[in-house]
């Protein structure tokens, strides 16, 4: 039986994003092992649920201290010397680095390792980047420079990324490593389409943790210049507050908003999918190095048009003026034209939804993405 080490970070995010996965893999009959290393009982239990078995290991996501990373990594070797898998896939910076530097200290005979987009790290703000950050950003690219060589496969999720964080720093890497899969995927059953209902009000949604980089500002100011001139038109916004982030919205900020009825801010819900399908158009002006974000391809899915930005993994999700449409990072202006748009032509709302939901079918199927994503790691299905 080919044992899979699947190494990843906290459980729920493992659970919610590799689900699928996991399920094809015990389906062709791999044993596979979940590497996890924040968790509770309850995500615990989810992923054992689908006959995955679960490792539990010590590492800091946003941590600085190499000490604490290399002690992570020889654990990850211990644990890979005792279940000797003959794959060791691991996604998301940190894994990649310390999971596959264990691996090929353990032996393994097969490491893979997929990059979900650049981050912070590479994301650029309009006032610049902190000093901080480039100097992670330089780190970052050192270990991979260390750790790159010797993968078997660099898995990304879009074209952009490849070009950024390898052609341009000229990290050596094997012949035919690197492989751009495309979106994750989902499974389109959870997510039904439905028509969107045009007695209603028109209702934007944007979905994402309320941080600058995810495009929060340029929704609000948005909001209040539409509202000047159609005050009937909603503004939801579904996320939560990083008040850590020095780029995040402030919980003060957050009440003013809602006070002024600017938003509409339903705090923690377990339902997002079904706020997406009571509005009418999904809006996510992120400038964030995505991969190809994941709250974009379930609205579409549901059957609604996006305005999004025409940055590296947003841009992997419209075709401009068919499903949606793409603006400049930042341009406010622009967010509110396309606004204003649907505002106007109502009936492009369904008309380009249902585009969106053909293009879901076409490029976001799990089972599709699945038989791509086993062919590239050289697994039958």
Known sequence: MIKIFIIGTTASNLFLFRKDFIISCIDSKYKVYA??????NYWIKEIQKLGAEVIKYQLSRSGLNPFKDLKSMFELKRYINQYNPDIVFSFFTKPVIYGSLAAKLAGSPKVIGMIEGLGSPFTEHPTGQSWKMKMIRFFQVTLYRIVFPFLDKIIFL????????????KIFHRKNAVNVLGAIGLDLKDYPFQKWDESKDITFIFVARLLAEKGIYEYIKAAKLVKAQFPDVKFKVIGGLDLENPYGLSKQELENLIAEDIIIYPGFVNNVKDHVADSAVFVLPSYYREGVPRSTQEAMAIGRPVIT????????TVIDGVNGFLIPKWNVDALVEKMCYFIENPMQINQMGHASYTMACEKFDVNTVNRKLFNIMGLDV
């Open 158 to 169: 879009n074209e952009d990324d490849p070009e950024d964080l390898i052609n341009k720093n």
């Open 309 to 316: 930005t025409d940055v590296p993994g947003c841009r992997e």
């Open 35 to 40: 590497l996890v290393s924040e968790y509770d």
